[in-house]
């Protein structure tokens, strides 16, 4: 199955701050079937990030993603107080369905 | 507005069966734009795709579990079940419920999440 590694494993921002997120793939995401979610503590996932650029229903313009291939960013332009939470990757190309192991965004 | 809450034992012991249902409301099951699947998520091995069915009840499964799950699904109740046979420690996990936007085919699932029940914690242990 395919492997999916986030880097880094904790970002710690302020408010206002850039956030920059790394996904990359053991083996090349067929169509750039990446997807990203956002997990609040205690809640569940939320969808935010489709065909590795196309944001959810609902999502803030803050919230981009790029990449192909292999390599895979999610960016927050300007990081809001509930933005601080851990974002997971997750692949869609290949099946079985793999998430990577997430890094959390936390406040400086 | 969409939701899904999933229901069962937070508590199976290790070689039974752990059990979960997931009720569905705001949005009919029989949308042949969807399917509906089970995802897990522990500290050891992170969120793991369990499976999906289609509203006429074909399941896709994870071949890492594919042994032990059964997915099925009753759209007159609007409610999709999980069973997991002979747990073990490893199981214990949170278990939620999601809506599946995507395709399967030929035993493989293409797509993600896009409405995840609350989840449910399940702890195995004697």
């Known amino acids: 199955e395919m492997e999916l590694t986030q880097l880094p494993g904790t970002l710690s921002l302020f408010p206002g701050e850039r956030a920059t997120l790394s996904c990359r793939a053991s083996q090349s995401v067929s169509n750039n079937f990446l997807a990203w979610y956002q997990q609040r503590p205690g809640q569940s996932p939320r969808l935010l990030i489709y065909?590795?650029?196309d944001r959810a229903t609902g999502i803030p313009d803050r919230f981009s993603g790029s990449g192909s291939g292999t390599d895979f960013t999610l960016t927050i332009s300007r990081l809001e107080s509930e933005d601080f939470a851990v974002y997971y990757c997750q692949q869609y190309g290949t099946s079985p369905l793999t998430f990577g192991q997430g890094t959390k965004v936390e406040i400086k | 507005h969409l939701q899904l809450q999933e229901s069962g034992p937070g508590l199976v012991k290790p070689s039974e069966t752990l059990s979960l249902t997931c009720s569905v409301s705001?949005?009919?099951?029989?949308?042949?734009?969807?399917?509906w699947g089970w995802v897990r998520q522990s500290p050891g091995t992170g969120l793991e795709w369990i499976g999906n069915?289609?509203?006429?009840?074909?399941?896709y499964y994870n071949p890492s579990l594919k042994s032990r799950v059964t997915i099925s699904i009753d759209t007159s109740k609007n409610q999709f079940s999980l069973t997991l046979n002979s747990v073990t420690a490893a199981d214990t996990a949170v278990y939620f419920c999601?809506?599946?936007?995507?395709?399967?085919?030929?035993?493989?699932?293409?797509?993600?999440?896009?409405?995840w029940g609350q989840g449910a914690l399940v702890t195995v242990s004697s």
């Open positions: 069915v289609f509203y006429f009840g074909i399941p």
């Open positions: 999601a809506r599946f936007w995507g395709y399967c085919s030929s035993a493989n699932c293409y797509g993600n999440f896009d409405s």
């Open positions: 065909g590795a650029s």
């Open positions: 705001g949005d009919s099951m029989n949308n042949s734009r969807y399917y």
